[in-house]
Every structure is written in C-alpha cells, then in structure tokens.
T-cell receptor, first 111, second 110 residues
C-alpha cells in the first residue's frame, strides 16, 4: 500500500516557537504538497515541490517555509508560530500525472 | 489549474444515486478532472479521474460533457458512509499546483 506519513497527528506549540512538520512518502513521487485546512475554507495550498531542492509558493505561503533535501521527505517550517497558524496541515504527494495521496494530517494548536 | 465550481451542499437519500456536479469551464485540453472525498478529520481520498471519456470504477462513475466544461460524479447507491466533502479539481499537468476549491458537502440521509 502506498503511504504518506506525517510525523505528528497532534502538536501544541507556543507563540514564537519554531515548528517543523515532517512528511515522508514511500512511492518515489516527484511532487509533494503542503496544505492547510480551516473550517469552512477547504484546502489551501501553502507550498509544493516538484523535485528535490525545488519549491514553489502556493496560495498562502506567508509565514511558512519548506525544505526538500531528499525526494521522499518534505518539511513544512513555521519560523515563528502565531495563533493564526492554528490549523490542520495536510501533506500530499503524486506522480506526474497522477492522483494525490494524502497523509492523515497534523493538527497544530498555537497558544 | 482550471478553476472549479461546485455547489456548497447536497442531500441524498440512502440507496439512491448521488449526482455531484462540477463546473470547470476554463479547463484546457490536457487537464484531467480528479475527484476526491474527505471524511471528517481524515486526509482526502482519491475517487476517480478522467480526461474526455466517461469513467467507472468500484467507487463511482464520472461523466464528462463533450465540451469538457463540466462533469458529474455519480455514486450509484449512496450509503450513510458516503457522507463527506467531495472535491473536484483540474490540476495543470506541467507541475501544477493542484488547487482545491471548497467542495460539496454531501449528506446521505436514512
């Protein structure tokens, strides 16, 4: 079975902390994505990557950065977490072309 | 990515067919239409995709109009477990963003 694994299902952080959300896929996919999902707002794309060390901004990149040092791993970084970044974060990967495979999500609460 | 438009919500009786429409009037010739669904608190799950022809798999059928400006996802015999948010997307094939809209909340009622 294909698998996208997000490192933490639930995190609680304090304002100003640096936060790392890790995502690993075992399908050798070229493309990886980070979304956030808030009630009533659907999935919004933060960043995506189409190759190792390559990244592109999505629709809401402000306050976030990403890292893709290895093909299987795509990390989302909150340099200084703020309360408005409390959200569900979803990672996905896909081949080109192909369907998206999603992880289970990481629910982040920033106090 | 082509912009997609879906109704905000729909109801369906259990055992009846659920027909979920999606408008993608700006779709280009090589962009596929993908459908996903998301059950509360889980990551979205792929259902089906198509380019021009109608498609069917064990989960659903996809009807794409001849001009490709719209499509309909059909769940032939909806069950209570099909209650979910359904998303239609048409990602750009050149390392596209895979942007999601707000989807349709389908409620299957007994």
């Amino acid at each position: 079975d294909v698998k996208v694994t997000q490192s933490s299902r639930y995190l609680v952080k304090r304002t100003g902390e640096k936060v790392f959300l890790e995502c690993v896929q075992d399908m050798d996919h070229e493309n990886m994505f980070w979304y956030r999902q808030d009630p009533g707002l659907g999935l919004r794309l933060i960043y995506f990557s189409y190759d190792v060390k390559m990244k592109e901004k999505g629709d809401i990149p402000e306050g976030y950065s990403v890292s893709r040092e290895k093909k299987e791993r795509f990390s989302l970084i909150l340099e200084s977490a703020s309360t408005n970044q409390t959200s569900m974060y979803l990672c996905a990967s896909r081949d080109e072309p192909g369907e998206l495979f999603f992880g289970e999500g990481s629910r982040l609460t920033v106090l | 990515d082509a912009k997609t438009t879906q109704p905000t919500s729909m109801d369906c009786a259990e055992g009846r067919a659920a027909n979920l429409p999606c408008n993608h009037s700006t779709i280009s010739g090589n962009e596929y239409v993908y459908w996903y669904r998301q059950i509360h608190s889980q990551g979205p799950q792929y259902i089906i995709h198509g380019l021009k022809n109608n498609e069917t798999n064990e989960m659903a059928s996809l009807i794409i109009t001849e001009d490709r400006k719209s499509s309909t996802l059909i769940l032939p015999h909806a069950t209570l477990r099909d209650t979910a948010v359904y998303y239609c997307i048409a990602p750009n094939t050149n390392a596209g963003k895979s942007t999601f809209g707000d989807g349709t909340t389908l409620t299957v009622k007994p």
